[in-house]
């Protein structure tokens, strides 16, 4: 049987960007093993002059060029000739903004086209006809779309089933699990006087687990309190909150008996 692989097909005028992106790492196994397909069309292909121009001077004047419509749009069709099924995306940052939802639902289509501009914008005539779905990697300024298609070819891909080693799978990510990912440590057992804490040698995994859940949920408190709106708890999980809960009040208590002053009140 054939197995259907993601396809990515990235439109610009720099598709020589993304010859070391498909080179290296998850991502060139992945082209390997056929889980996903890549390729990178060149908008300026499209473009019909001599000059094979793709960017012009904006309609009511100002600073800076806007990418024409005609190119781009021929780099769309001819790209979604290739991958009818495909959802047509334009990196802008006017976009949806790009997280694990995100990824994890652009995981589970046939494929993306993503349409990289590059100048002051795009003509806006592209996004009425042609795009599916405005994406934004973040809110900063980048000179084109391309690094952000990397990022999310690069996010996506690791989500497609097969394309992780079992030793690295996409389950424990945070976001996945809604917390941080626990500290990590590996040989020398000492680096330059710092110790790998004593739990993770003691060999009892059931101990070693909960050490885990333990300090994701810590570093989550502490870098990303943010995250626990947006995740909902585990049992397990609300007993170690729990446990911290009668930690703190143990310790306020145990000064109150000490008789500090703080606690009535005074200054
Ligand atoms: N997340 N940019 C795109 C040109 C542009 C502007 C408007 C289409 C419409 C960006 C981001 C980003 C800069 C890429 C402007 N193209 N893309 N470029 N942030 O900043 O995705």
């Not at 703190?248 to 005074?266: C, F, H, M, N, P």
């Amino acid at each position: 049987m054939k197995v259907k692989r993601m396809n990515f097909i990235v439109l610009t005028i720099f598709p020589e960007m993304f010859d070391p992106f498909w080179k290296h790492g998850i991502i060139r196994r992945a082209i390997d093993r056929k889980k996903i397909f890549a390729s990178a069309i060149n908008i300026r292909d499209f473009a019909k002059d001599k000059h094979r121009v793709t960017d012009d001077r904006p309609y009511g004047g100002g600073c800076g060029m806007v990418m024409k419509a005609e190119p781009l749009a021929g780099a769309i069709r001819a790209a979604q000739q290739k991958a009818p099924s495909a959802k047509t995306v334009l990196l802008t940052p006017q976009g949806r903004c790009f997280n694990q939802n995100l990824a994890q639902e652009l995981a589970s289509s046939d494929g993306v086209i993503l349409a990289c501009g590059r100048y002051e914008g795009v003509d806006e005539r592209i996004s009425h006809h042609l795009i599916d779905d405005e994406i934004s990697i973040g809110d900063y300024v980048l000179t084109g779309g391309e690094l952000g298609a990397m990022i999310i070819i690069d996010a996506v891909t690791r989500l497609v089933p097969g394309t992780l080693g079992s030793e690295d799978s996409a389950e424990n990510d945070s976001f996945s699990t809604g917390l941080l990912e626990h500290a990590h440590y590996t040989r020398p057992r000492s680096f330059e006087g710092d110790e790998v804490p004593d739990v993770l040698l003691s060999g009892d995994h059931k101990k070693i687990e909960n050490w885990r859940l333990e300090t994701s949920l810590i570093r989550t408190f502490l870098k990303r309190r943010d995250l626990f709106g947006k995740k909902s708890l585990s049992p397990q999980e609300i007993d170690i909150l729990k446990k911290w809960c009668l930690d703190i009040e143990k310790i306020i208590y145990d000064q109150s008996l000490r008789g500090s002053d703080t606690l009535s009140g005074a200054q």
